[in-house]
């Protein structure tokens, strides 16, 4: 009768000892990865010199809105005054300020920075 209680014994430790190094792991593996910062960038996308207009694309969404930019729009490219030939597609939009619906009264463009957690060029 003393072996059972031994080797009961022994078996319960053996099956508690797998459980609790097992059950860890298995929530360790099954983590969610957190997800990619934010971009919060907002970037040219197309330029239509024909049409006087540009698309600024939204990084955090993946938007895109198009706007015009007219004769009075007032326009700084690397925080000197330029005009609608210097803005290039790939530029980053510091800011702006639309007049109405879609049509921008100012806007400043520079360079675009690097994505958020992109590897910094060597």
């Known amino acids: 009768m003393k072996h059972y209680r031994t080797f009961f014994a022994v078996a319960a430790m053996a099956t508690i000892y797998l459980l609790t190094s097992a059950v860890p792991a298995a929530f360790a593996a099954s983590a969610p990865t ?6 919060p960038r907002n970037l ?3 330029v ?3 049409a006087g ?3 600024i694309q939204y990084m955090r969404n ?3 809105c198009t706007y015009k930019l007219d004769d ?3 326009i700084k490219v690397n925080n000197a005054p330029g005009k609608f030939a210097d803005i290039k597609s790939g530029m980053q939009v510091r800011d702006y300020v639309e007049r109405d619906a879609h ?3 100012r806007i400043v463009v520079d360079r675009a920075d690097p994505a958020p957690g992109a590897p910094k060029a060597k």
């Open 34 to 39: 957190p997800p990619p910062p934010i971009d």
């Open 53 to 55: 207009t540009i698309q």
């Open 62 to 64: 993946k938007v895109t």
């Open 103 to 105: 049509t921008l009264d």
């Open 48 to 50: 239509d010199a024909a």
């Open 72 to 74: 009075i729009t007032q």
């Open 44 to 46: 040219i996308h197309a």
